[in-house]
């Protein structure tokens, strides 16, 4: 997935299959937030990782520029 300024985003859920419709265990979709208004890559994983650690879940976030 594609997220802002050319940065690959990808999420791995270490803790069970995730069942939510806007989610894949690969790809997270960025609809639930606009990320233009985010600073690149740490702002970015910084709020996913917020996002999710509020709702008790495990993720691991890796990020990478697009080749």
Do not use: C
């Amino acid at each position: 997935m594609y997220g802002p300024y050319g940065t690959t985003v990808s999420i791995r859920f270490l803790r069970g299959v995730e069942k939510l419709k806007n989610f894949s265990s690969i790809s997270f979709l960025l609809s639930t937030f606009d990320a233009n208004f985010l600073d690149v890559d740490e702002a970015l994983k910084g709020h996913l990782m917020g996002y999710y650690s509020k709702q008790n879940r495990l993720i691991d976030v890796s990020m990478s520029e697009m080749i």
